[in-house]
């Protein structure tokens, strides 16, 4: 149906249940499930919305285990859970969002964008230091409303009150009422929207960041709405941010080509979907995703071309994209996921969160960089443009730099943990996003039970489900095939169903569920080559659902994080550059090479080599990754850095050489901070 569908070739899954003791009472393959039912014990889309596929369970209801649940402790001991002593937006002297009045030396989108996944951190990891912290900036927001219903920090752009910073501290409002049910959160939205309602339209989302974003505001008052009895008015004042919301609906076009507001705004058409039942919503937001990866996205790692903006001419594996699109993606596929019920974005959720966001953070999660690309041998303090849109150091791992990325970052894995099961209308879990973890839900008449996930995935072949319950209970459980899989078998307790499960659809088990039931996933993760047509006819290399590049030898040049910041940073006086040091990192090793291949079949030419799973479960750094791959290459030696300081454009394929054929080995994508992704195709 869509082109970037077109793009994936991959292997298969199969799936058994063990405990043959227990009966099967059915299983079948299901492209959704069935929404004529609402879900008793999760709040669900109350009518006229149209109902949601999958329903998000409260903020904790997951707790994440091994590989995951390590990122998510690099993340709390590194740069998220310590920015507060580092970001100038976050010091507490005069800071807008601490006053009651809105008055304040700073307070725009900084403080929620780190809030947003500060907190989810806190409530995730259950980590009362982060808890408390966090409660200081919730309680302050929700102190400053005033007696029209506005709040937060007072900003006026042209005597219009700029409403960006507030559309996120929503959500971070929302997730703490998922986790403290603070009823005071319900009244303040409600005031602040009549605030909106009353709000003259010339006055309202005029700004440039705001009116891209209105589809946050309007995600904010169907939330409200369908936790407050369904108050009509709101519907109302959806419609009434929708039409003041940048036309993200156009039929050719996109309203800008700024990269964060693409990832983040592309969904708004099938947020307001839920309201209208208009197919043409749903479908433009299809098309949004399509446009920008007709034109710009024709390279791996799920995301485009668009360092800053996306520019015509700019189209090669060298461009990058900023953290905050990595991370902006991520939510809206893990949104979509729920309103369509489509097994694409969980695909497209995972392709981001394991090829593309790993290698822009450093491993130690203590800084991280703007930009980073698919085909990227050097990121150094320089400035490259007009190579890339920007002008400064915007390729250092740095700390103190970066302003939103270096705060919006924190939402990138607290928000996939939260969505790797959701519930279902009809009483049930799903199993959306493969990762370890252990949820704890109510399914069928309110029983309580947790279903456990274990393996390597997506490195390993195999992931299990245990569930435990104190008693019996009935209850449909979806698996998630995905578009990468064509073969998939089901086992239910040791015996194979005899059906054939259609890649892009989900197995529903509806049985009687017993304590210890468990259900394991075989991945036998074919190879694929993804040939890239519109790229020069370049060829990327993916197992199961990760790609793979070339293993450089990296190089990491320890640098002054204040001296090497990007223009607009600030930070705190007494931040330290040598406990919080940035790094340049250069390539100690070529990386100009392209790879041996006439059209065979993958397995005929890759060599793929397995390692023991590692004790400190973190799979994301070059020197420690479970699984490596072997295939010829052969370097290019025309193929150099560029008159930016940038990895040249790609030769177009196929390239003839004399040099000799070389082992080439590489790693998955993600634990590739320096990376060729996007391989030129030499001439056999």
Same mark, same amino acid.
């Given at each position: 149906?869509?082109?970037?569908?077109?793009?994936?070739?991959?292997?298969?899954?199969?799936?058994?249940?063990?405990?043959?003791?227990?009966?099967?009472?059915?299983?079948?393959?299901?492209?959704?499930?069935?929404?004529?039912?609402?879900?008793?014990? *999760?709040?669900?889309?109350?009518? #006229? +919305?149209?109902?949601?596929? $999958?329903?998000?369970?409260?903020?904790?209801?997951?707790?994440?285990?091994?590989?995951?649940?390590? *990122?998510?402790?690099?993340?709390?001991?590194?740069?998220?859970?310590?920015?507060?002593?580092?970001?100038?937006?976050?010091?507490?002297?005069?800071?807008?969002?601490?006053?009651?009045?809105?008055?304040?030396?700073?307070?725009?989108?900084?403080?929620?964008? &780190?809030?947003?996944?500060?907190?989810? +951190?806190?409530?995730?990891?259950?980590?009362?230091?982060?808890?408390?912290?966090?409660?200081?900036?919730?309680?302050?927001?929700?102190?400053?409303?005033?007696?029209?219903?506005?709040?937060? %920090?007072?900003?006026? @752009?042209?005597?219009?009150?700029?409403?960006?910073?507030?559309?996120?501290?929503? &959500?971070?409002?929302?997730?703490?009422?998922?986790?403290?049910?603070?009823?005071?959160?319900?009244?303040?939205?409600?005031?602040?929207?009549?605030?909106?309602?009353?709000?003259?339209?010339?006055?309202?989302?005029?700004? *440039?960041?705001?009116?891209?974003?209105?589809?946050?505001?309007?995600?904010?008052?169907?939330? +409200?709405?369908?936790?407050?009895?369904?108050?009509?008015?709101?519907?109302?004042?959806?419609?009434?941010?929708?039409?003041?919301?940048?036309?993200? @609906?156009?039929?050719?076009?996109? %309203?800008?080509?700024?990269?964060?507001?693409?990832?983040?705004?592309?969904?708004? %058409?099938?947020?307001?979907?839920?309201?209208?039942?208009?197919?043409?919503?749903?479908?433009?937001?299809?098309?949004?995703?399509?446009?920008?990866?007709?034109?710009?996205?024709?390279?791996?790692?799920?995301?485009?071309?668009?360092?800053?903006?996306?520019?015509?001419?700019?189209?090669?594996?060298?461009?990058?994209?900023?953290?905050?699109?990595?991370?902006?993606?991520?939510?809206?596929?893990?949104?979509?996921?729920?309103?369509?019920?489509?097994?694409?974005?969980?695909?497209?959720?995972?392709?981001?969160?394991?090829?593309?966001?790993?290698?822009?953070?450093?491993?130690?999660?203590?800084?991280?960089?703007?930009?980073?690309?698919?085909?990227?041998?050097?990121?150094?303090?320089?400035?490259?443009?007009?190579?890339?849109?920007?002008?400064?150091?915007?390729?250092?791992?740095?700390?103190?730099?970066?302003?939103?990325?270096?705060?919006?970052?924190?939402?990138?894995?607290?928000?996939?943990?939260?969505?790797?099961?959701?519930?279902?209308?009809?009483?049930?879990?799903?199993?959306?996003?493969?990762?370890?973890?252990?949820?704890?839900?109510?399914?069928?008449?309110?029983?309580?039970?947790?279903?456990?996930?274990?393996?390597?995935?997506?490195?390993?072949?195999?992931?299990?489900?245990?569930?435990?319950?104190?008693?019996?209970?009935?209850?449909?459980?979806?698996?998630?095939?995905?578009?990468?899989?064509?073969?998939?078998?089901?086992?239910?307790?040791?015996?194979?169903?005899?059906?054939?499960?259609?890649?892009?659809? *989900?197995?529903?088990?509806?049985?009687?569920?017993?304590?210890?039931?468990?259900?394991?996933?075989?991945?036998?993760?074919?190879?694929?080559?993804?040939?890239?047509?519109?790229?020069?006819?370049?060829?990327?290399?993916?197992?199961?659902?990760?790609?793979?590049?070339?293993?450089?030898?990296?190089?990491?040049?320890?640098?002054?994080?204040?001296?090497?910041?990007?223009?607009?940073?600030?930070?705190?006086?007494?931040?330290?550059?040598?406990?919080?040091?940035?790094?340049?990192?250069?390539?100690?090793?070529?990386?100009?090479?392209?790879?041996?291949?006439?059209?065979?079949? #993958?397995?005929?030419?890759?060599?793929?080599?397995?390692?023991?799973?590692?004790?400190?479960? $973190? #799979?994301?750094?070059?020197?420690?990754?479970?699984?490596?791959?072997?295939?010829?290459?052969?370097?290019?030696?025309?193929?150099?850095?560029?008159?930016?300081?940038?990895?040249?454009?790609?030769?177009?394929?196929?390239?003839?050489?004399?040099?000799?054929?070389?082992?080439?080995?590489?790693?998955?994508?993600?634990?590739?901070?320096?990376?060729?992704?996007?391989?030129?195709?030499?001439?056999?």
């Amino acid at each position: 149906m869509m082109f970037y569908k077109s793009l994936i070739v991959a292997s298969c899954l199969s799936l058994s249940i063990l405990n043959p003791t227990k009966a099967i009472e059915e299983v079948t393959n299901v492209s959704r499930p069935d929404t004529s039912a609402s879900n008793k014990h *999760y709040v669900s889309n109350r009518k #006229p +919305l149209r109902s949601a596929y $999958f329903v998000k369970l409260p903020v904790g209801s997951i707790q994440p285990k091994g590989w995951l649940r390590k *990122y998510l402790e690099l993340q709390r001991d590194g740069l998220t859970g310590h920015l507060g002593e580092i970001s100038a937006w976050l010091a507490k002297k005069n800071n807008a969002w601490l006053s009651k009045d809105g008055s304040g030396d700073h307070g725009w989108e900084e403080v929620p964008y &780190w809030l947003k996944g500060y907190a989810n +951190l806190g409530y995730i990891l259950k980590d009362e230091r982060i808890i408390q912290e966090a409660r200081i900036w919730l309680n302050a927001a929700l102190e400053s409303q005033r007696e029209d219903g506005y709040f937060g %920090p007072l900003i006026l @752009k042209d005597g219009k009150p700029d409403l960006w910073g507030n559309m996120i501290m929503l &959500w971070c409002l929302q997730s703490y009422y998922e986790y403290s049910r603070d009823e005071r959160v319900l009244s303040f939205m409600e005031k602040y929207f009549a605030w909106q309602n009353q709000l003259p339209e010339e006055k309202l989302l005029k700004d *440039y960041w705001e009116n891209s974003r209105g589809g946050d505001n309007l995600y904010s008052i169907y939330w +409200l709405y369908n936790r407050t009895q369904g108050k009509e008015w709101l519907l109302d004042l959806a419609k009434k941010i929708h039409r003041n919301t940048a036309d993200w @609906k156009q039929q050719h076009n996109l %309203p800008n080509w700024h990269n964060v507001n693409i990832a983040q705004c592309f969904r708004e %058409p099938a947020t307001y979907y839920l309201q209208t039942g208009d197919p043409s919503d749903l479908e433009a937001s299809y098309r949004n995703f399509d446009i920008i990866r007709e034109r710009f996205g024709n390279v791996p790692g799920g995301m485009f071309g668009a360092d800053e903006n996306a520019r015509e001419g700019y189209a090669d594996p060298r461009q990058g994209v900023e953290t905050c699109g990595m991370v902006e993606q991520m939510a809206s596929d893990e949104i979509l996921m729920g309103i369509t019920g489509d097994p694409f974005w969980a695909d497209h959720a995972e392709e981001v969160a394991f090829n593309t966001y790993p290698a822009a953070v450093m491993p130690d999660f203590k800084a991280l960089r703007y930009i980073t690309s698919p085909n990227m041998s050097i990121s150094d303090s320089k400035n490259h443009h007009p190579g890339i849109d920007n002008k400064g150091p915007f390729l250092m791992m740095n700390p103190f730099s970066s302003r939103c990325c270096q705060h919006n970052h924190a939402q990138g894995w607290p928000y996939f943990a939260e969505h790797i099961f959701m519930a279902t209308p009809d009483n049930g879990l799903a199993a959306l996003l493969f990762a370890e973890a252990v949820v704890t839900a109510k399914v069928a008449n309110g029983q309580e039970i947790s279903i456990e996930s274990a393996g390597h995935y997506p490195f390993d072949d195999q992931i299990s489900f245990t569930v435990h319950t104190a008693n019996g209970v009935s209850f449909p459980y979806y698996i998630r095939i995905p578009n990468w899989c064509n073969q998939a078998s089901v086992l239910v307790n040791g015996k194979k169903v005899q059906q054939a499960f259609k890649a892009g659809s *989900y197995v529903k088990i509806e049985r009687t569920w017993n304590d210890g039931d468990k259900i394991t996933l075989t991945l036998p993760m074919e190879l694929s080559i993804t040939k890239w047509k519109e790229n020069k006819g370049s060829i990327s290399i993916n197992r199961g659902p990760l790609t793979y590049s070339l293993k450089i030898q990296e190089q990491y040049i320890k640098k002054d994080s204040k001296a090497s910041a990007i223009g607009d940073s600030k930070w705190q006086d007494n931040a330290d550059p040598e406990k919080w040091p940035s790094f340049e990192i250069l390539p100690n090793s070529p990386w100009n090479y392209g790879i041996v291949y006439a059209g065979q079949k #993958p397995g005929e030419i890759i060599e793929v080599i397995k390692s023991e799973w590692l004790e400190d479960n $973190f #799979p994301f750094t070059p020197d420690h990754v479970p699984v490596r791959l072997k295939v010829k290459g052969k370097q290019i030696p025309e193929w150099k850095i560029d008159q930016y300081g940038l990895t040249d454009v790609l030769p177009a394929s196929p390239v003839q050489v004399n040099t000799e054929a070389e082992e080439l080995e590489l790693i998955p994508m993600g634990a590739a901070r320096l990376r060729i992704s996007a391989f030129p195709v030499i001439k056999y």
